[in-house]
Nanobody, 125 residues
């Protein structure tokens, strides 16, 4: 069945780095915009990064701008989230989602067709 699956999460010390991956299967991922989201305990899910279908446009939440980088390799059906200078407040479950539109949405409604199950990132000393 069509799905996206995240990987790469785990424990990391403050100031450290991680790379998350989101692999799509069962659908043409290159026809989809990809978003990365996170949800910390007791908080709402927030969109932190998005990359357009062709990879030519990205956007970031202010909380991660300058530290996180979203990218994609359509030949590998994979999107990435490189996270640097991690802080304890980055601790959350991270999700990727795929929406069947060319560009990232300007509003909150991502309108995804597919959501992953999430991967836990824990930043702690």
């Amino acid at each position: 069945q069509a799905q996206v699956v995240e990987s790469g999460g785990g424990p990391v010390q403050p100031g450290g780095s991680l790379r998350l991956s989101c692999v799509g299967s069962g659908f043409r991922m290159d026809y989809y915009t990809i978003g990365w989201f996170r949800q910390a305990p007791g908080k709402e899910r927030e969109r932190i990064a998005c990359i357009s279908m062709g990879g030519d446009s990205t956007d970031y939440a202010d909380s991660v701008k300058g530290r996180f980088t979203i990218s994609r390799d359509n030949a590998k059906r994979t999107a990435y989230l490189d996270m640097n200078s991690l802080k304890p407040e980055d601790t959350a479950v991270y999700y990727c989602a795929a929406r069947p539109f060319r560009r990232c949405p300007s509003g909150k409604n991502f309108a995804a067709d597919y959501w992953g199950q999430g991967t836990q990132v824990t930043v702690s000393s």
